[in-house]
Antibody, heavy 121, light 112 residues
């Protein structure tokens, strides 16, 4: 059974940093691209970042480019999102998501339950 | 990259069919057959319902179907059931963004 378990969310002040982790199990982690998708309270889904199975290709939304860094450790079956210079508008539930292909296809077949990030003073 | 346009809400009675539209441009929906649809119940993670315009993942009811015409994709739910009440999001590949994927604005489906 595929499982994606996010951690690392919480309350952080504007300008602060946070690192999200996503522990994956139930599939060959290195064989699939992974993404982070967020959802602000009461709002729609927004693609944040994606990374290929080997980690060699990364993609970012314009809204987070230069502030967020996606990475993965295939030896630990773990996906990360380093978030710096956080803003109030980054407040959202962040979902870890598994792609259906090695190189990001944009089709997400499994989602984690999400971790809430709140940026507020 | 702007979000794809969906109606804010669609409603129907049990047993009826409803259709949700997802409108983009030739740089996304109209230019590629890479449209997906996700269902999200309140407080839950999204679930993949349709991919590559009209393909259903294993385990998804055949009451759900997808299609595309020009720059607009559509999700049709036939034989509407109470459990179908949820938010629905389309997604498409796009050549207009470095991230290459964009979601729709979302549609709340209400079963009357």
């Amino acid at each position: 059974e595929v499982q994606l378990l996010e951690s690392g969310g919480g309350l952080v002040q504007p300008g602060g940093s946070l690192r999200l982790s996503c522990a994956a199990s139930g599939f060959t982690f290195r064989s699939y691209a992974m993404s982070w998708v967020r959802q602000a309270p009461g709002k729609g889904l927004e693609w944040v970042s994606a990374i290929s199975g080997g980690g060699g290709s990364t993609y970012y939304a314009d809204s987070v480019k230069g502030r967020f860094t996606i990475s993965r450790d295939n030896s630990k079956n773990t996906l990360y999102l380093q978030m710096n210079s956080l803003r109030a508008e980054d407040t959202a539930v962040y979902y870890c998501a598994k792609d259906t292909e090695y190189d990001s296809s944009g089709v997400i077949d499994y989602w984690g339950q999400g971790t809430l990030v709140t940026v507020s003073s | 990259q702007s979000a794809l346009t969906q109606p804010a809400s669609v409603s129907g009675s049990p047993g009826q069919s409803i259709t949700i539209s997802c409108t983009g441009t030739s740089s996304d929906v109209g230019g590629y057959n890479y449209v997906s649809w996700y269902q999200q119940h309140t407080g839950k993670a999204p679930k993949l319902m349709i991919y590559d315009v009209s393909n259903r993942p294993s385990g998804v009811s055949n009451r759900f179907s997808g299609s595309k015409s020009g720059n607009t994709a559509s999700l049709t739910i036939s034989g509407l059931q109470a459990e179908d009440e949820a938010d629905y999001y389309c997604s498409s590949y796009t050549s207009s963004s470095t991230l290459n994927y964009v979601f729709g604005t979302g549609t709340k489906v209400t079963v009357l």
